[in-house]
């Protein structure tokens, strides 16, 4: 009995001792963290008043550039200002028309500056051929003009300038190059089908300047039969290289037979949708032996 009370009595003693440690630690771990807090509000306060500091210094140097602008400004003429103005516009359209023909050099624009501005070089081709070159020499100047050129006369050049080379240099380039292809484009159909056929041909086919007027007329060998058909093919899209309107009509008033005027509406589709070397091609390989003779 006397053990056990021992026992009990020393039980408590130690347990009483390592409660009392523990509120020891405790209190001192408050004690700790209030001594902190006062260094940590002082550097607190310090990075406010340092970031003010800043702050204040900015607002100043904000304020003398100001002036300093403002007073250099003021000692420019108007006129001064005015050609300044002019000089930079003049100098962002000369960035931007090297832009323009870094863009393009892959189309067949190409370019360089001169002691005016620039002169664009306009490559054309068809089908993969290269074709003819056109130069435009352009002044940049307010408002930018050109000086000179090699596009035909046929082409509208004054109405593609007119309502596009103040706006939109890249368009009006774009436009200009639109109509130069075109161009050249028929113009190689129609050489072509007097070079390479030229043994088919009586005479010349007929055509205008633009090449955008063709008519010919051309005899077709079917079955052991031969038939002329009189065609006239119309461009009104000067942009394109396929006709707008074809009419393919046989000679004389007589009403064709049947497999002669399914050979003449064939013969309009095929105008239509092809160009017109690739056609007469096409009629030789069904064994179609042509012979072209000049329209009036």
């Known amino acids: ?62 304020k003398q550039r100001q002036a300093r602008v403002k007073a250099s400004t003021a000692n420019v003429e108007p006129d001064q200002t005015l050609e300044i103005s002019e000089q930079e516009i003049l100098e962002r359209k000369q960035e ?23 002169c664009v070089c306009i490559s054309t081709a068809f089908e993969g051929n290269l074709l003819d070159s056109y130069f435009v020499d352009l002044v940049m100047e307010k408002p930018l003009w050109i000086h000179h050129h090699s596009v035909p006369v046929f082409i509208p050049l004054e109405e593609i300038s007119a309502k596009y080379l103040q706006t939109n240099t890249q368009h009006f380039l774009f436009v200009l190059c639109e109509y130069l292809n075109a161009y050249s484009g028929r113009k190689y159909q129609a050489d072509r089908l ?63 037979p049947r497999m002669w005027e399914e050979q003449r509406a ?17 009629f030789a390989k069904k064994g179609e032996k042509l012979n072209v003779s000049l329209v009036s």
Request: charged letters at 25%; proline letters at 3%; one cysteine or more.
């Open 1 to 62: 009995m006397e053990l056990a009370n021992t026992l009990r009595q020393d039980g408590e003693s130690r347990g009483g001792v390592l409660a009392h440690l523990e509120r020891l630690e405790t209190q001192v771990s408050k004690s700790r963290k209030k001594l902190e807090e006062p260094q940590n509000a002082q550097a607190l306060e310090a990075r406010i008043h340092e970031l003010k500091r800043l702050r204040d210094k900015l607002r100043a140097e904000v």
């Open 96 to 118: 931007n028309m090297k832009a323009i023909l870094q863009a393009y050099r892959f189309t067949g624009i190409s370019g360089k500056l001169t002691s005016r501005g620039v």
């Open 194 to 256: 007097q070079s390479d056929f030229a043994a088919f041909l009586v005479g010349p086919l007929q055509r205008n300047s633009l090449c955008n007027l063709l008519s010919f007329t051309y005899k077709v060998k079917l079955e052991g039969q031969s038939f002329p058909f009189c065609a006239r093919l119309l461009y009104k899209d000067l942009t394109t290289t396929l006709p707008t309107d074809v009419t393919v009509t046989s000679q004389g008033t007589e009403a064709l």
């Open 266 to 282: 064939a013969h309009e589709n095929l105008f239509f949708t092809k160009p017109l070397h690739q056609v007469f091609t096409s």
